[in-house]
């Protein structure tokens, strides 16, 4: 049993910053990689950012130079800076991360419920 919970989301102005957090809690042994995800109304999601356990991360083109994804791996926690955000960056942002929950056992991926960023113009 693992829950991932975002928080942070919210109405921001265009070219405004929002810091989203996503905590994991439950049977944890080692959080692998994590994720942000987003998904607008009548859109597939698409990833957003990854960042491996070390640290390495990876950005969807359109974020780059923009966001920033970090964690804080004694928290279980990842988080997502958004500056200079757009109103094509409104979405329903979903955390993800790939969890172990036992020394014993494989990893599982888990999402979060979702929160809600609103940019507008």
């Known amino acids: 049993q693992v829950q991932l919970v975002e928080s942070g989301g919210g109405l921001v102005q265009a070219g405004g910053s929002l810091r989203l957090s996503c905590a994991a809690s439950?049977?944890?042994?080692?959080?692998?990689?994590m994720a942000w995800y987003r998904q607008a109304p009548g859109k597939q999601r698409e990833l957003v950012a990854r960042i491996a356990s070390v640290g390495g991360t990876n950005y969807e083109d359109s974020v780059k130079g923009r966001f920033t994804i970090s964690r804080d791996n004694a928290k279980n926690t990842v988080y997502l800076q958004l500056n200079s955000v757009r109103p094509e960056d409104t979405a329903v942002y979903y955390c993800?991360?790939?969890?172990?929950?036992?020394?014993?056992?494989?990893?599982?991926?888990?999402w979060g419920q979702g929160t809600q960023v609103t940019v507008s113009s």
């Open positions: 993800n991360a790939d969890v172990l929950s036992a020394w014993w056992s494989t990893s599982r991926n888990y």
């Open positions: 439950g049977s944890i042994f080692r959080i692998n990689a």
